[in-house]
Each structure stands twice: as C-alpha cells, then as structure tokens.
C-alpha cells in the first residue's frame, strides 16, 4: 500500500517513520515533508499543499490511505474533501475539527456533555471582558478562540496583564480573527498531562499517556511554545487517572460528538490539568496528535500503525488493543535562535546521528539544501531515545543531542524533570517503568 501523510513537521516525520515500518507499507509519500522525510527509507516528499492537488496526487498515485498530522488543513475540511473525491483518510471532518478551531466551540460542547472543564465566558467585546475580569481578579487565562500556533493563550498573573490581553487580541486585533472573539477562563493548577486516543466514531483507543514542556526555558520559565520536549509515558497518569480520564472526558467525547450528529474519526487530543487527588480538568481539546509528544509516543508504539487506523477507519476499533515497548520515550527539541518570536531561517545543521536502536532524530524545521541540511523553522529537530527509566531516556536524548551543532540552536536541559520529580517523591527503587499506560 502507499500511504500519503500530509504536514511537514517533527510529528509528520514520526508517523511517516512509523507508517514505513508497516510490512504491507511500500512508499509513505509527504506533503511537503521535511529534510528527515526527504529521503527517509521509503520515504519521499511530494511538494503540494492544496487539497485538490493533494487530491490529484492520491489518485494518480493509487495512494490507498491518507493520514493528516497537522489542525489546518482539518479546520479547512480536507477530510470532508477527500471523502466527498471517495478516497480513504484519517482524521476529523471540519465540524469535528471544532473541537479545536473554535475554543467558544469546545467549552460549550463539554459544558454541554458534562466533561470536566475550567469555568469560564466568552467575549467579543472588550469592554465586558474587561468587566468580567474586574469581577474574577487574577490570576486568569485569557484565551483566543480560534487557531494561533499555540500563541493565543495568556496566563495572566495579574489584572493588568490580563486586561492587556484582551486589549491585544480585542482591540489591536494583534491575532487576526482567531482573536476576534476570546475565552476567559478560571486559573487552574495542576500537573498537566497529554492524553490522545484514536477514534472511530463510536469507540476510543488510547495511545500511551506523555507530558509535554510548554515553556521555552528550563524549570518552566520564559515564553509559551508548542512544546519545547516530551515524554511517555506520564507518571502523573496512574492507572487509576488513566481510567478517570476515559470514563469523565473521552468516553463522554466520543458520545457527546456522535449525539451532536458529528461522529469523531481521527486522533482526539485531550489536554489535561490533573488535580493533587487525582481530579481532572480539560485544558483543551486538539484534532490532532500532538508535536513533539507524537515522537516519544510513536518510539514507543509496537503494533502496526496502519492496522491500528484501518480499524478505526472500519469503527472496528473495539476489537483491538495497541502494544507499547514498556520503556521510557523521552524527545528534546532543538528550536531555531529566535524561536518562537522570530525564529532565524537558513543555518547549516552540522553533526546529524546516522539512525541508532535506541534513538532516533525527527526532523521538523529543516529543508536539504543542495544536499546540506539547514534551518527553515522554530522547532528544528527532537532528538527521541529510548531507555528503561525516565533518567536513562533523558541521559541518551541528551547525549544525542550534544552531537548536533548549528548556529543559535537553544534546546531545555531539564526534559523529564517532573517526571523524575515524581520518582524522587515515590522513592520507588530504580527498575523498568510500570508497563505502558
Ligand atoms: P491551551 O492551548 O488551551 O492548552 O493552553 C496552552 C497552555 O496554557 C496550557 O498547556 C497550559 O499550560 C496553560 N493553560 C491553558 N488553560 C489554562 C487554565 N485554565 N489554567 C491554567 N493554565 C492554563
Ligand atoms: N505539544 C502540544 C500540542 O501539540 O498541542
């Protein structure tokens, strides 16, 4: 089978990667891929982006599956597209993908559903929201209501952060039409924790449990990015969260969308604040896997990926189970100088590992270059290892990632600190991991 996989970033890479693996698998074809997707073994990009060219491409090529990694072209309905051209794809259609293009969308949904979420209210105008600011006090999260890169939320410590918030997204309209309406919501605090199934429309298949680092700086300071590393699985997600989760927030997703008339396919994301005993609320929900937890997660993964789609696309998803290396995935993003503000462009990446067992580096922003491969974004690479404990993964990736040079280049030196937090306070002996969550 050939398999097109649309995106171009470290999460695109993963599953391209994963994808190849499958023995009925002969060609995973990108669009517009990267460096690592260029000439990955039987990988290639194809440089299209428009959905009717993309269309074209599937037909002429007998692609027999497409799968979509990034939210944009869900939220413009290349799913409702190709399915109309008849042709085979994963994902959400357009309204499913509202779950994440509209945060207005989302909060009413699960407020509706009865899904655990942060209170909150949404707004147009400015004026009411700073009202209603003034009346909840800080801290509080302002956030966007549509798609912004993972730029368009602001915890805001003070009032006056938060009411600059509102002037930047209402009335500066700073983030275009995504920011034309917002959603203030209450402060939550927590462990946060990533949480991502595949769906079929009637049943969920969780994928192991991962914990994201949003901040661009080690011990979570500077800057909100689309994640600057990840691991899995997350210890914060015990068994017993593990089944909390499905039973208050994905189970109830899955039938809250199917009652709504809009049966979820696709990978469902749902981003997690869980509580000191265990209670939990949903942050967000993507349309998507996330990026970079795709990359440990995918390291991870034994059982065939396009098996594992095809039942969801079969809604046969009840019937089967995914198996997991109960080892530790831990991935370390490189990012660009200037990453997220103004990430600099074109730098030679300089010292690119040959693929290991244990490792591997996914390519998000790079492009070759009359055969060098140079910088064309913010998160560059994300260095992935496997090891039998949180501090074995950590150590690998970073070992790793000292071999790779290009000018600018700032990762964190802290991925997996909370996770060895949580080993610390446990005092648990060193050993494998728990089995996959
Ligand atoms: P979101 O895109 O909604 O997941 O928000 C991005 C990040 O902002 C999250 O990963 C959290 O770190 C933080 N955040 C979002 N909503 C809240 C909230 N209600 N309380 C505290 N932090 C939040
Ligand atoms: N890493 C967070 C996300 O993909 O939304």
New binding site residues.
Partial sequence: MKILVIGSGG?EHALAWKLAQSPRVFKVFVAPGNAGTAAGDGISNIPHTSTSALIDFVKAEGVGLTVVGPEAPLADGVVDAFTAAGLRIFGPTQRGAQLESSKDFAKNFMVRHGIPTAAYATFSDALSAHDYIEAQGAPIVIKADGLAA?KGVVVALTSAEAHAAVDMMLVDNRMGAAGARVVIEECLEGEEA?FIVLADGRHALPLASSQ?H?RLLDADRGPNT??MG?YSPAPVVTPAVHARVMREVIDPAIAGMRADGIPYTGFL?A?LMIGRSGELKVL?F?C??????TEPILMRLKSDLVTLIEHALDQTLDSVDAEWDPRVALSVVLAAEGYPENPRKGDRIEGLPDAGDDYHVFHAGTALDAEQVVVTGGRVLCVTALGHNVRTAQKRAYEIVERIRFDGMQYRHDIGHRALNARAKRASPVGPPPAAR
């Avoid at 998507?288 to 937890?293: I, N, Q, V, Y």
């Fill in positions: 999460r993972g990533s994201d949003k689309g994640g990840a994301y981003g967000e993507n998507r896997m996330g990026d970079p937890e």
